[in-house]
């Protein structure tokens, strides 16, 4: 006769005993697995979160950038084309602080000063034939908590910058 058969409720009532002891629980385990799993999911979590808001920022900075730049380009007859240019690009880089908006004009003769916040001393002539280039750049902060160690493209300096560039050429 098999000894399971005759003695299996005592090894049944046995095994469980015996599990139940200090040694043998396992209630709690996955309280504790999820206690040193939980810090790398919110890091990573966070990481993703920070990374859409930036690639969001990019889109929306490279599509300004495009506005500012067709307006520069079928408004070069003006004076003012590059405030007209400067003020799409404003008008399109919504969801931005336009304040801490950097944008850049090379290829046209400029006069006056640009301010974020004040284009209006901003004049340029724009010669025919002639490209020219409209940059902008906007700060950028994707760092890993913790390790001071910023994951954004550019870095000017001690800043660190989202940036987008289009060239027209005026014709």
């Known amino acids: 006769m098999k000894r399971s058969i005759g003695y299996g409720f005592s090894l049944v009532l046995w095994a469980r005993l015996r599990r139940s002891g200090p040694g043998g629980r396992d209630e709690g385990g996955s309280l504790v697995e999820f206690a040193m799993v939980l810090p790398l ?12 808001i930036t690639f969001y920022h990019y889109v ?71 490209p020219v280039s409209l940059q902008a750049t906007y700060p950028c902060y994707l760092a890993i908590p913790f390790m001071g160690i910023n994951l954004c493209p550019v870095q000017s300096g001690s800043n660190y910058l989202i940036s987008s560039q289009t060239t027209v050429r005026i014709e």
């Open 41 to 52: 999911l919110s890091m990573l979590l966070v990481g993703i979160l920070f990374a859409g």
């Open 60 to 130: 929306t900075l490279a599509d300004a950038v495009a506005a500012g730049a067709r307006t520069l380009a079928t408004s070069a007859a003006s004076t003012d084309s590059c405030y007209l240019a400067e003020e799409a690009l404003i008008n399109a880089a919504t969801n931005l602080n336009t304040a801490q908006l950097n944008v850049t004009f090379s290829g046209a003769t400029l006069s006056g000063t640009f301010s974020a916040g004040n284009p209006s001393s901003l004049t340029c002539t724009v010669t025919q034939d002639n």
